[in-house]
């Protein structure tokens, strides 16, 4: 059970092309969101659909796959772990921010014409 502490699991569509950075140091950082969407009816049976998004972050190799497979509406599966962290606003101000650090990743859906 130790592994299973931090762990997170998604399957959902990016609402974005990924922003992908090269570091200094040569390694490669990738920043995208997905959206994962639920379906439930209310208490009047009305069909109502609940999307949360998801800001994600992919380093390395994974980062690599990000910028060469990954477009807006792209389904994936991915694996990661919460990432909690914090900056300051060009105000001062304190920013608090919680994203998934991508450990895996899976691409889903049909095959696309364009590889």
């Not at 059970?1 to 699991?9: E, G, I, T």
Request: glycine content about 8%; overall charge positive; aromatic content about 6%.
């Amino acid at each position: 059970m130790y592994a299973l502490k931090n762990k997170v699991q998604l399957i959902g569509n990016l609402g974005n092309a990924p922003e992908v950075k090269t570091l200094e140091s040569g390694k490669k950082m990738a920043r995208f969101s997905v959206a994962t969407s639920e379906n439930y009816r209310n208490a009047k049976g009305e069909k109502v659909t609940e999307t949360q998004w998801h800001n994600l972050v992919a380093w390395g190799k994974v980062a690599e796959i990000v910028e060469k497979f990954l477009t807006k509406g792209k389904e994936v599966a991915i694996e990661g772990k919460l990432i909690n962290r914090s900056y300051n606003d060009k105000e001062g101000n304190k920013k608090y921010i919680t994203e998934i650090q991508v450990n895996e990743l899976l691409l889903l859906g049909a095959k696309s014409s364009e590889a």
